[in-house]
């Protein structure tokens, strides 16, 4: 969702009218219409598991036999409940959480103290945007001099990879790291996730203004 906020800023900020209202006021009336949009269709882009589904129905299921054991007030703790979902604490509550979730639910494979363990992680399609950004003369030329003068030269790389701004294609996290000699998706989404934080920073901190 940060991501998507400060790609939000980048889209807008050509048509900022300082004439009409001040900088924060503008971006802060954009974000309230664009993000709201934007959580709204993510609550449609759930996608879990077959094994994610079955734990989280065991531990459901655990947590209801509780309830109706406790009258309805009291029901098992985190650590209680791994314990007798033979399972860590943490994936637990991480299931739990994943139940939860109204934004997007991207299912992976990571290893923890269960191999075989299924972890759900929330994360943010970024693409979307920035198909938006490159469609725009005015504000590429902002994104690239960003990129050029804000990133590291792997950062660079990865943000060029990904979005399609060095060969014209948008690539996968699995192609950038292949395309980029990185050992894994988790890395590229790591050097991601430093990249739109310097990016932000860029285009919000003191210097931006």
């Known amino acids: 969702l940060v991501e998507e906020a400060w790609a939000v800023i980048l889209k807008n900020m050509g048509k900022y009218d300082p004439a009409k209202a001040d900088f924060v006021n503008y971006i802060a009336t954009i974000h309230s219409h664009e993000l709201h949009d934007y959580v709204h269709d993510c609550r449609s882009c759930f996608h879990l598991s077959s094994d994610a589904k079955a734990k989280i129905a065991k531990i459901k299921k655990i947590q209801k036999s509780d309830l109706g054991r406790f009258g309805g007030e009291d029901q098992a703790s985190i650590e209680e409940l791994a314990k007798k979902c033979d399972m860590d604490a943490d994936d637990v509550k991480h299931f739990l959480d994943a139940d939860k ?67 014209g294609e948008f690539h996968s996290d699995d192609e950038v790291a292949s395309l980029i000699g990185l050992n894994s998706r988790q890395h590229v989404n790591s050097i991601l996730h430093s990249a739109y934080k310097k990016l932000k920073w860029a285009l919000t901190g003191p210097r931006a203004a």
């Open 101 to 167: 979730a109204t934004t997007s639910v991207l299912s992976l494979n990571r290893s923890s103290t269960d191999e075989d363990s299924d972890f759900i992680e929330m994360v943010i399609d970024e693409g979307a945007a920035f198909e938006e950004l490159i469609e725009s003369e005015y504000n590429m030329e902002v994104l690239l001099h960003l990129i050029e003068t804000s990133l590291s030269d792997r950062e660079a790389a990865v943000i060029k990879c990904k979005y399609g701004l060095k060969d």
